[in-house]
Nanobody, 123 residues
Framework: QVQLVESGGGLVQAGGSLRLSCAAS????????MAWFRQAPGKEREFVAA????????NYAASVKVRFTIFRDNAKNTVDLQMLSVKPEDTAVYYC????????????????WGQGTQVTVSS
């Protein structure tokens, strides 16, 4: 029953950077692996990155592994996504999710979701 709220989205030029943040409602945050997914207009939701409960390991989609970094602060109940060298194909609504494992890329297996934040990359 953890509640998640994303922020930090907006319009950015290709090659620029953006930092997304997800805030959780309470201390149960540290019991979950956390992930970012994204959904572009007319397309299915896709996995972006995930981080373990302690923050000691992470999993990235191949398309973002070099450019994006996921990190969390369990004292503040937040998980962030630092996006560097963004591309137009990064344009999507980005969602924060809580689940069981960083190795899960099927969105149906993640338990809790935020409302999403829009990222638009101009060329």
């Amino acid at each position: 029953q953890v509640q998640l709220v994303e922020s930090g989205g907006g319009l950015v030029q290709a090659g620029g950077s953006l930092r997304l943040s997800c805030a959780a409602s309470d201390s149960t945050f540290s019991d979950y692996a956390m992930a970012w997914f994204r959904q572009a207009p007319g397309k299915e939701r896709e996995f972006v990155a995930a981080i373990s409960r302690s923050g000691s390991s992470a999993n990235y989609a191949a398309s973002v592994k070099v450019r994006f970094t996921i990190f969390r602060d369990n004292a503040k109940n937040t998980v962030d996504l630092q996006m560097l060298s963004v591309k137009p194909e990064d344009t999507a609504v980005y969602y924060c999710a809580a689940g069981r494992s960083v190795n899960i890329i099927d969105d149906n297996l993640w338990m809790y979701w935020g409302q999403g934040t829009q990222v638009t990359v101009s060329s």
